[in-house]
């Protein structure tokens, strides 16, 4: 699966195999502290973030929102 | 399928047969919160083909719909709630949608999803049928969203399977290389 931002996409496959790994073995069975995929998730979110921007998509609630809210759809 | 079968899957529910519109999947936010519950804001990316006169008229970039989706995972209560809404360039339709995965009451083995959706249509005349459309195929997608989630599920069952196998024989050939050398 791809990532909405063509460059991040591998850094989303290499956080991705951690987190379900982590996601079955742990989490699930009750053992949520310590996040062994911190590093891996930063570095994919600042990818996927300047994606985001770039891209113009109005994600809202979240605080890396760009100045893009006034846009509006110009094709009929 | 147990509860916990069931949630795995569908954290990993992209990409599937039964869902091919569905091109990028994103993770914007992740954590535990105090009650131990994980929140997960993803994006979802679809694609549905518009012919490509229409992508050249309105630029390619804009053929993509997005859905954010909430979704937060009690490991202890044993739920799963999924709630997602498409985020729309035009916001004349949306569509919010609710999913709730827990175990079955009575079957421990089996896991119980309720699902619902609000559809609203902006300022359009059409709006009766558009609904009656929209609510057609969200029941449908329902049982589509069942079938993904099988098929998902048979084939992490596989790829264990597969590891297993191959961990089989990667030990069968190094004791038979330690047999070799020993004589």
């Known amino acids: ?76 | 399928h147990p509860w916990e079968t069931v949630t795995t899957a569908a954290m990993q529910k992209y990409p599937n047969p039964m869902n091919p519109s569905v091109v990028g999947v994103d993770v914007l936010d992740r954590h535990v919160d105090g009650g131990g519950k994980l929140h997960s804001h993803r994006l979802l990316s679809t694609e549905w083909g518009i012919p490509s006169i229409v992508k050249s008229l309105i630029g390619t970039s804009r053929t993509k719909t997005y859905v954010q989706e909430h979704s937060v995972i009690d490991p202890v209560r044993k739920t799963m709630e999924l709630k997602s809404s498409n985020i729309s360039f035009t916001n004349l339709v949306s569509v919010d949608e609710r999913l709730v995965y827990k175990p079955h009451p009575h079957e421990p083995d089996k896991t119980v999803l309720t699902q619902e959706a609000i559809i609203s249509v902006k300022g359009v005349s059409l709006s009766s049928y558009l609904e009656g459309l929209m609510a057609n195929t969200i029941s449908s997608n329902a049982n589509k969203g069942r079938e993904a989630l099988e098929w998902v599920i048979k084939r992490l069952n596989a790829e264990i399977e597969e590891f297993a196998a191959s961990a089989r024989g990667t030990m069968r050939n190094s004791m038979a290389a330690a047999a070799f050398v020993e004589k």
């Open chain 1, 1 to 76: 699966m791809n990532s909405v931002g063509e460059a991040c996409t591998e850094l989303k496959r290499e956080y991705d195999q951690c987190f379900n790994r982590w996601f079955a073995e742990k989490f699930l069975k009750g053992e949520s502290d310590g996040d062994p995929c911190g590093q891996l998730f930063k570095r994919y979110q600042l990818c996927v973030q300047k994606a985001i921007k770039e891209k113009d998509i109005p994600i809202e609630g979240l605080e890396f929102m760009g100045p893009s809210k006034g846009k509006a759809e110009n094709s009929s």
